[in-house]
């Protein structure tokens, strides 16, 4: 136990003597005078102020202990005070083991307050109470209602919330002031080098704790007036910005969430009323949305105080989002959707929102840059990074330059923390590890954070005392703005060139299947609805607004990464399915106005005539076989066009034996344990190497505290079992030859079906698991023959190459990377490409391509990934420097083609060549045109020209948020692209 008090209090840990001496400073604070009267109203869900039944409150004492974690309750607080108003030195106390947000017996809101403790707090002068901003009214009653909730004790599952009483207390100001002077510099004696300057305090501190013992606070505090007094002889300025970091979800639901936001807001407010030199910074619009929708009177206080420039709205997206697995036109809606609403609600202008805030996200893919420069942002601010679990990153301001060379400047404040208590320690530790430490500046982030609250008494006392203090660097209350504003104006000396790639928290590519899939798929089907609206000439711009935020909101960096609770997880798969069936319904209502559009189920749809179409809103063309009504039909189409079905020809090519298949352009045979053998293509070159799609299920050992964020970097050395099939057979199906494969183990059981389809080198491995395994791994493992020195990973907008070697300890630690639809190995005789259709965690080393199928941790979700899964990858032998074919296969593989009735008509949008791909058409945001995002996909520069039908009367490049780049018309004959270039381009359209 005392070790674990020393992890956990730090300084109490450390100088157990001097925390008890703060402890019994702190005691002598306040002096109860009304004891008050509390009476409780207890639900499993929230219930709004006005709905409150104020007959079913029954009394609560003080000590009772009144539910769960996520309980709810309403608490009633009355009694009278003497005098009809408190006297100066009186306030009223609350306490609770809980959060709660404060109501007047009108309704309005008051304050907030929590005492559940946060890692990392010191002290409170209240202890367990908090004194709350309450009033009596003319007669000397006092009445207000908390809306409490308990959500966990150092933000786990665990503890009971607490009633510990309510009062009228007496504030000696003196002891006050002695306790916030006393523990400021009590932590800076324990933490400084400065080993005659500790002396000197700890002999100052003494002295002042024995005035204090004689019943004389105020001489204490002159006794430390003098070492308060004395001036920084550093040249270094933290600027510090208040701050309460909170997650969308993650250890409590969403409906917590908006609670919580409302709890941050209104104490942030009322510090700013409160104080003349308070500044609050606060990202993500979602949570000010929520508090516009449920709590407009506090919302119109929030524009109030970012108008007067006192609350700071820092980063642009939607919400904080995980940036490795949502798809870049995710990105570019987070950005979208944020910055209007940012600019439509507060006035704020595109030049005044140029900070990207992402302090806790799991890694930063290497196309970020481009979309953050071409969503006005050029200043990125992090401190992920410091957790790097095996190298330390080098540096903590720099500039980044992503794949295309956009480049944004780097600052990751060097504490290592978004959630800094401002305290000595951290101020001291930031500079020791600070390897810029010369530029004489870094971003101080202070308060309570990850279930928000924001900074709070103790906060504000210990920063206050150490703007200008003997043994510390400045610290001046600023804005983000302003210091990313004078940090560009410095020499910044290094470029960190590709991804942010964090060394850890690995895991998160896979946990949590479901959520990915359903995020794959969505993604696709938004990009499809948009593209109908468009061809159907009558798109409403902001039809799917509602649907996108769904899906931008569970793309928080603790839901799709899968490290939430059960509830979480079970509440996004809910409004997955919710989005996913309104837009089947609204798809097919698209589809239904194409010329000659009807329902694909009748047999002649509206067309009349019995024919039916593939419409491809892919940028691909494709040849491919469909099923349809039970009749393989074949097609070839253009990118977004639409060609006639015809019927399936005979099928000679496709043959089978017992261990073997082929269409001639391969020839499979499978070994005992399931996995091929062989891959033989048409010309005789061998591919399978030492075998391709094994699966294997892996030990995936607890990870303490992060189990479902983590995986142990050694798995590959543990015990682990290879499945091998207890039943299989072969047949051919139309211009398929498919082999079914069953896999039983204790607590995993696999169908698969390996398909090989006419005239396709693509062999896909259509899965079926049911997975019951706790801590264990599923992986497909493929060893080809052809192999390099580096990994083509598909990222957003492009792809980036990893390296297959461990050569040194930074290769090592990339075990586990992240990719979309596809990752490839190739050497000069050719390739192998392994794509999915909802997959992200890809090993890529030594000869080996192993894709993580699913995962089974137990924290935070103990149930997490058991079920049926379904899910579909394959792999493609492709030729020397042929990566379009690599990126066309993904694209037919993830969005399949739609079936209807409506006529044939050309590509309504297409570019020449191979390399650039138009991943985007949707209706202009502003309801009068239509916008084209392109991009080059094979990391060269390129000239290409765009053709298209739809009638426009004239062609402008844009920014991400669709506003004009330049004054004049575009050509789209001679489009020029560098590497990686995202293109955005409004079709004026003529009416």
Known sequence: MPGLVAELLGYAGRQPAEY???????????????????????????????????????????????????????????????????AADEVVMLGIRSEGLLYSAAGDVLDSVSTVWIQGDLPHAGGKYRQVLVEPDENGRVEFYADVAYNGWLLYDVGKPMFHGAHVARRDEDVFGLYYDYLTLAVL????????????????????????????????????????????TDSFVYSAIGHGHLDMAWLWPLRETRRKAARTYARALNTIDRTDDYLYGTSQPQQMQWMKQEHPALFERMKDAVAAGRMELQGAFWI??????????????????????????????????????????????????????????????????????VNVFPHRTFHWQGIDGSTVLVHMPPEGDYNSRG??????????????????????????????????????????????????????YATADSFFRALEQREIAHTHVGELYLETHQGTYTTQGAIKKYNRMLERKLHNAEALAVLTGGADAHALDAHWKTVLLNQFHDIIPGSSIARVNAEAVEAYREVDAELDVHIADLLGRLPGGGDPSTSAGANGNGSMTALNLAPVARREFVKVGGEWMHVEVGPYAASALHP??????????????????LTLRFA???????????????????????????????????????????????????????????AIEGPRVVRYQVYRAPKVTVHQRV???????????????DWREKHRMLRAEFLPSRYGPAALCEIQFGHIGRPTTERDSVEKAQFEVCAHKWICVQDDSGGFALLNDGKYGHRAKNGLISLNLLRSPTFPDKTADRGTHEFTYAFLPFEPNDLPSVIAAGYRLNDPLLVGAAAAFESAVAVDGDAVLVETIKPAEDGNGVILRLFESLGKPTTTALRTTLPYARAIETDLLETPIGDGALDLDGLEFGPFEIKTIRLEIRT
């Open 672 to 730: 005992p344990t399931g996995e091929i053998a062989s891959c033989i293509d048409a010309d005789g070159r061998e591919h399978a190497g030492q075998g391709l799609g094994r699966l294997v299920v892996f030990r995936d050992p607890f990870q303490f505290p992060f189990d479902a964020w983590d995986i142990d970097r050694n798995y590959r050395d543990l015990p682990s079992v290879t499945l091998v099939p207890s039943e299989v057979r072969t």
């Open 320 to 389: 904080e989002p995980d940036t490795n697995l949502p798809s870049g036109e995710s990105l570019v809606r987070q950005a979208l959707h944020g910055r209007r609403f940012l600019e439509q609600e507060f006035g704020i202008a595109r030049e005044d929102m140029r900070l990207c805030w992402l302090p806790d996200t799991f890694g930063y893919n290497g196309n970020l840059p481009q979309i953050l420069r071409k969503s006005g942002m050029d200043w990125f601010q992090t401190i992920k990074l410091a957790w790097n679990k």
């Open 189 to 232: 004696a324990d933490a400084t080098d400065d080993t005659v300057l500790a002396a000197r305090l700890t002999r100052d501190l003494h002295a002042a704790y024995a005035m204090f013992r004689r019943g004389e606070p105020r001489i204490a505090r002159d006794a430390l007036a003098a070492a308060l007094a004395l001036p920084s």
């Open 648 to 665: 399936a020809p005979a099928m000679p090519d496709l043959s089978h034996t017992a261990d073997s298949m082929t269409n001639r352009l």
């Open 20 to 86: 008890r001496r703060i402890l019994r400073i702190r005691d002598a604070i306040y002096t109860p005078l009304t004891q008050l009267r509390a009476e409780i109203l207890t639900s499993d869900e929230p219930i709004p102020f006005a709905e409150i039944d104020p007959a079913a409150f029954r009394p609560l004492g003080p000590g009772t202990a009144w539910g769960e974690t996520f309980d709810c309750a309403w608490l009633r607080i009355t009694g009278s005070i003497p005098a009809p108003r408190l």
């Open 423 to 476: 305290a000595a320690d951290g101020l001291l530790r930031g500079i020791r590890q600070y390897p810029e430490r010369d530029l004489d500046t870094a971003l101080l982030v202070y308060g309570a954070g990850d279930g928000g609250g924001g900074p709070g008494e103790v906060h504000l006392e210990v920063t206050r005392r150490e703007q200008d203090l003997r043994g510390l660097p400045k610290v001046q």
């Open 755 to 769: 398909v090989l389809e006419a005239d396709s080198a693509l062999v896909r491995f259509e899965t079926v698991v």
